[in-house]
Nanobody, 125 residues
Framework: QVQLVESGGGIVQAGDSRKLSCKVS????????LGWFRQAPGKERDLIAA????????FYADSVKGRFTVSRDNAENVSFLQMTALIPEDTAVYYC??????????????????WGQGTQVTVSS
């Protein structure tokens, strides 16, 4: 089945930057929309960024807007989440996920069919 693997997590200082990667493999289709989620202990898993196949339709949660940037390289089936100005509230497990389609940023978590295992980001104060 389709696999997604996140990497790049770790322990960082508040105010620092960190870039996460999501490698998609074992694809059986050409197009997919992509989402980045995060889940802090005791909290719900929240969508923080979404990106259509074309890259022209994006979504950012208010909590990360202006600080995080999502991108994708479809030729390599890799997505990046560039995080800047990190704050302790950003501490969470970060997941990438794929949804069928190519035309829009998908906001409904139920539409995401494939998930990575997550990578931990810890922001110290």
């Amino acid at each position: 089945q389709v696999q997604l693997v996140e990497s790049g997590g770790g322990i960082v200082q508040a105010g620092d930057s960190r870039k996460l990667s999501c490698k998609v493999s074992k694809l059986t289709f050409k197009y997919y929309n992509l989402g980045w989620f995060r889940q802090a202990p005791g909290k719900e898993r929240d969508l923080i960024a979404a990106l259509a196949w074309s890259g022209s339709d994006t979504f950012y949660a208010d909590s990360v807007k202006g600080r995080f940037t999502v991108s994708r390289d479809n030729a390599e089936n890799v997505s990046f989440l560039q995080m800047t100005a990190l704050i302790p509230e950003d501490t969470a497990v970060y997941y990438c996920a794929a949804a069928d389609g190519r035309s829009r940023a998908v906001l409904n978590v139920a539409e995401y069919n494939y998930w990575g295992q997550g990578t931990q980001v810890t922001v110290s104060s």
